[in-house]
């Protein structure tokens, strides 16, 4: 039960993942605003969960996409609805800490 678990809030290829955050995929974190200014990842933007279908015009500019958040649960429903929205080069990144530890 716990790999099911960890497969649903992780990203499920940590080289992907890595490949993206050093090719320059855009960083997205969608947690809110009072917790993006507590700490982020290294030159990643903020777009709340809530708010995020607002900016699917913008975001469909970019060839690839990271989100995250705090635990991993926001990221996973911003990754779905992502890619419910066409875009298709989206990775779930987890955690911001998982996402400097990776920008290293």
Not at 25 to 41: H, I, K, M, Q, Y
Not at 74 to 102: D, F
């Amino acid at each position: 039960m716990l790999s099911f678990f960890k497969k649903l809030f992780t990203n499920s290829n940590a080289v992907e993942l890595t490949t993206a955050l050093h090719s320059g995929a855009l960083l997205v974190d969608v947690r809110t605003p009072a917790e993006f200014a507590a700490g982020s990842a290294k030159g990643a933007i903020n777009i709340p969960l809530f708010q995020l279908s607002n900016h699917l015009p913008k975001l469909h500019r970019h060839t690839s996409i990271v989100v995250f958040c705090a635990s991993g649960v926001r990221s996973t429903q911003a990754k779905h609805l992502l890619s419910k929205a066409g875009i298709q080069t989206v990775y779930n990144g987890g955690t911001w800490q998982k996402i400097n530890s990776l920008l290293k």
